[in-house]
């Protein structure tokens, strides 16, 4: 059973730091780039970051650039995804979700095949 578990959100305040982690299981991820993509209320979900399979390269919007570091261990049957979030803004609150994806357009939900179930960060100001 193909499952990505996030985990780390919660309530925070301007110019504080959360950690969130994502544990994906189920198939061989070791071979996928995976990213993370967020969702504010009415608003549609958008890229945030990727990081290729081997972790060697990464990608990041505009916006998180300098404040949000993607990471990744690729375990035996597992791969851990993380995302490092500093000094972080009212504007990233949102529903923050991993994915997985076969394609190398990393920007474009729509490429992804496996997403999580998410988990919310709010930063009050």
């Known amino acids: 059973q193909v499952q990505l578990v996030e985990s780390g959100g919660g309530l925070v305040q301007a110019g504080g730091s959360l950690r969130l982690s994502c544990a994906a299981s189920g198939r061989t991820f070791r071979s996928s780039a995976m990213g993370w993509f967020r969702q504010a209320p009415g608003k549609e979900r958008e890229f945030v970051t990727a990081?290729?399979?081997?972790?060697?390269?990464?990608?990041?919007a505009d916006s998180v650039k300098g404040r949000f570091t993607i990471s990744r261990i690729n375990a035996k049957n597992t791969v851990y995804l993380y995302l490092q979030m500093n000094s972080l803004k009212p504007e990233d609150t949102a529903v923050y979700y991993c994915?997985?994806?076969?394609?190398?357009?990393?920007?474009?939900?729509?490429?992804?095949?496996?997403w999580g179930q998410g988990t919310q960060v709010t930063v009050s100001s």
């Open positions: 994915a997985a994806t076969s394609s190398s357009h990393y920007t474009d939900p729509h490429e992804y095949d496996n």
């Open positions: 990081i290729t399979w081997s972790g060697g390269s990464t990608y990041y």
